[in-house]
C-alpha cells in the first residue's frame, strides 16, 4: 500500500500560484508547474505493484484534487472541501491527466458536469457522485490512525492479490486503448493556451487571486438570477 496524505490543512491545490505570480515569466513558471505535477500524477497512475490510496485529512483544489482521483481510493475526513475544477482561474482547462482519471470515478452525472460546476463539493455529495470512496468520520487527531488501520486491512484481506491483480489488468487495458501521454499531450496543448496565448485571463485571474483582489461583480456562476437575465 501507498498513502498519499497531503497535509493537515489542506492536501494539495495543484499548481502553486504564489510561485507562479512572483516570477520573472509566469507562463514559463506555469508550464513547469503544470509538467511537475503532471509527473507525480503519472508515477502515481503508473504504481503497479501495490495499491495507492490519496487521504484527504484537508481540503483539495483544482489540480490537488486530480492528484487524489489518481490514485486507486479517495478516503477523506468527514467535512472536508472539494474544488474540483479549473474555470475559475481565468477558464483554465486543467491537466493532471484529469480527463482519464474523471470519467472512470464519476458514478452519478456527466464527468463533464463536475468541471462546470464552480462550487465548492462536499464529502457527503463527493462521496455520492463517486469522487470520495470513503468518508472517515473522525476529527483531524485520529483520521490518520484510521486510514493506516484501513490500509493495513485492505493489504491484509484474503482477496488481495485479485484486487492488485485486476488493477493492473485495467490499467494494461486502458494504455492499450489510449496511452496517458496521448491524455497529457492533449491537456498542455489546451495549457500552453491558456499560459502563452492570446487570451490572458488565466494571467489576470491568478493576479488577483494571488493579490486577494475582491470581484467587482458576483460570478455569474453564483448570481443565477443575471445569469438567467443574460441568457
Known amino acids: 500500500m501507498l498513502v498519499l496524505a497531503g497535509g493537515p490543512e489542506f492536501f494539495s491545490n495543484g499548481i502553486h500560484l504564489n510561485v507562479i505570480e512572483a516570477a520573472d515569466s509566469p507562463a514559463d513558471e506555469s508550464w513547469r508547474n503544470i509538467n511537475a505535477i503532471d509527473d507525480v500524477c503519472r508515477a502515481v497512475l503508473e504504481t503497479a505493484d501495490r495499491l495507492t490510496v490519496a487521504a484527504l485529512q484537508g481540503n483539495a483544489g483544482a489540480g490537488g484534487c486530480f492528484l487524489a482521483f489518481a490514485c486507486d481510493r479517495v478516503w477523506a475526513r468527514a467535512g472536508v472541501i472539494l474544488n474540483p475544477h479549473y474555470k475559475n482561474m481565468g477558464n483554465l482547462y486543467g491537466s493532471e491527466y484529469w480527463t482519464y482519471t474523471l470519467p472512470r470515478r464519476v458514478r452519478r452525472g456527466e464527468p463533464r458536469a463536475v468541471m462546470e460546476n464552480r462550487l465548492p463539493v462536499g464529502t457527503a455529495q463527493a462521496a455520492e457522485i463517486g469522487l470520495v470512496d470513503r468518508v472517515v468520520a473522525a476529527g483531524r487527531d485520529r483520521f490518520l490512525a484510521q486510514v493506516i488501520a484501513a490500509a493495513h486491512a485492505l493489504a491484509e484481506a484474503a482477496d488481495f492479490g485479485a ?64 445569469r438567467k437575465a443574460a441568457v
Do not use: I
Not at 189 to 216: E, I, L
Open 163 to 226: 484486487v492488485l491483480a485486476a488493477k493492473q489488468a485495467q490499467r494494461a487495458a486502458d494504455e492499450a486503448q489510449r496511452p496517458l501521454a496521448a491524455y497529457r499531450d492533449d491537456e498542455l496543448a489546451h495549457m500552453r493556451r491558456n499560459f502563452y496565448g492570446f487570451d490572458p485571463s488565466y494571467h489576470y485571474a491568478r493576479a488577483h487571486f494571488v493579490g486577494k483582489v475582491p470581484h467587482a461583480w458576483t460570478p455569474l456562476h453564483l448570481a443565477l438570477h443575471r
